[in-house]
C-alpha cells in the first residue's frame, strides 16, 4: 500500500517491489523476482562524536543549546561548539545556559550587580540591574526598588522577543524560580493583624494574614493555591493560645505568660514543582526547617536538617553538635533551574557527607522523627538530574546508584549520565557505556572524565576533549 511504501526505503532494504496481479479473471502477475540477499550488517558506528578540543580556558560551564560558558583570564565569556567567541570574555558571574542556549552573564562591582541576558548567538536580549533568568525558552526578570517602592519585588515573564506575559507582585523574600512541568512557581504574602489574647496571668499573641503559591504556566496564566505550612501554623497557634488562655484560668502561677511571642517564619518555596514535588523551608534562619510538599499542596514531611547527623548505618540521628555545622541543600541544574529535589528525593550535604533521603518514605514526618527511616544513601557526593542513575563519589571511587539509593556501579572514575550514556575510566582509558554499564565506546587514554551539560569531557593533560552523542 502507498503509506507503506512512503515509510520504507527499499532501496536500503536491498528489496525489489513485486509487481501487482491483474484484476480478477485476467492472467496473473509475473512471479516476482527474489529479494535481493540483504546485505551484512554494519559495524555499529560510534555513539558520541569528537568536536572540540581546548586548553586556553581555565574553567568551563553547563554546555547546552549549542552554547558553552567559558573563563579565560579571570573572566567569564561565550562560545560556540566551534569555539567561536559569541560572548567576549568580560564577566565576572554567569549563569548556565538553558536547553534553548539563551544564557546570562553577570557583572558584580563596587556599585552593585549587572546582568546581560544572550540568545545563542550571543545577541543581547535584556541588560540592567535586575535579576534575570532564562528558562523554557522564555527569560525571568526580578524587580525590586524603584520605582516600585523600598522593600517590593515584582517579577516579570517575558517571551524572548520582550513580550511581557505576566508580571506579578512578589514576597519581598522571593527569588526567580524557572520552568519545570510547564510551572514556575511564585510567592506572596499579606499580613493582616496579630492577634493578642490578654489577661490575668497570660499574655500570647500570634500574626494573621495570608501566604499564597502561585503556579504561572508559559501563556502567563496564573494559579493560586494556599500555602500548607501557613495553615499549620495558623491551627498549631490558635491551639496553644487556647490553651495558654485555659492554663491561666486555672489559677496556676507557673503559667504566667505562657505563650509568649510567636511568629511564622515564610516557608519559602526553594524550587519550582519538580515530578509533582516542591520543597518549602527557611534554611537562612537557625530553625532551619525544610518541608516537602505535593503540587496538590499537601504536606508530606518536614524535618530540621540543622540537627541531622548523617550515619552511614543509622542514617539521620538527631545531634545538637551538628546544629552549628555548615549544611546545604545540593542542587542540579535543568533547563535555566536550580532544583533541590527530584520528585520527594532530596540530597543534603550535612557537614561533610551527602545524604539521600525520600519524604514519601514516611509521610507526615517532623523533625522529631527525621532519622534514618527515610535515608536511602550516604556518600561523599551524590549529584541528581533526570537520568535513570545518579552519580555518586565514595572515597576515591566513582560510580552510580538507582533512584532506591542502591549502588549500582562503582569505576575509578566516573561522570553523570546524559541521555542514558555516561563516560567512566578503567585503567587510564575512557569509555562511554550505556545503562547496562557495558562499554559502547573507547575513548583513548583520560586523566579524568566528565559531563558538562550535554557534552562529554575526556581530560588529556591540559586539554579537554569534547564529544557529543551523534546527530
Known sequence: PDFVLEEVDLEALGTELAEEPEEAGGETAEEPQET???????AAGETVEEILALSEYESFGSARGG????????????????????VPFEYSNFQAPDDSGNFVMG?????????????????????????????????????????????????????????????????PWAFINGFYDGVSQVYRA????????????????????SYQIGEVDAAGNIEWHEDPLYTRYLERAEEEYQSAVEEAAGGEDDFANVGGMDSYYTRLPLSTVNHGYYVAGTFEYDAGWISMCTDTYEILGECDFYSAEPDAEKGFVYSEDYFE??????????????????????????GERDVLVDFALHPGMTFETADNRIVKAVYDQISMNDENYWLVKDGERWGYIDHDGQEAAMFEDAAAFYQGYALVREEGTAYLIDETFEKVQNLGEADSVSTIGELFV???GDTKYFYRLVQ
Not at 535481493?36 to 554494519?42: D, I, L, T, V
Not at 516600585?148 to 517571551?159: D, K, M, N, V
Not at 549544611?327 to 520527594?344: E, M, Q, T, V, W
Open 458 to 460: 575526556v581530560t588529556r
Open 107 to 171: 557583572d558584580t562591582t563596587e556599585e552593585g550587580r549587572f546582568y546581560t541576558l544572550f540568545d545563542p548567538q550571543g545577541n543581547i536580549l535584556y541588560e540592567g540591574d535586575q535579576q534575570v533568568r532564562a528558562s523554557g525558552g522564555m527569560y525571568i526578570v526580578l524587580r525590586e526598588g524603584d520605582p516600585l517602592g523600598e522593600g517590593q519585588r515584582e517579577i516579570a515573564y517575558h517571551r524572548t522577543d520582550g513580550t511581557l506575559v505576566q508580571a506579578l507582585s512578589a514576597h
Open 325 to 350: 555545622e555548615q549544611n546545604s541543600l545540593r542542587s542540579f541544574y535543568h533547563d535555566g533551574a536550580y532544583f533541590y529535589n527530584y520528585g520527594s528525593n532530596m540530597v543534603w550535604t550535612v
Open 67 to 86: 552554547v558553552m560558558p567559558v573563563k579565560k583570564d579571570g573572566l567569564w565569556g561565550a562560545v560556540n561548539y566551534r569555539n567561536e567567541v559569541i
Open 190 to 209: 499579606e499580613y493582616d493583624d496579630v492577634l493578642v489574647g490578654q489577661g490575668e496571668g497570660v499574655g500570647y499573641s500570634y500574626s494573621t494574614g
Open 36 to 42: 535481493a540477499e540483504a546485505p551484512e550488517e554494519e
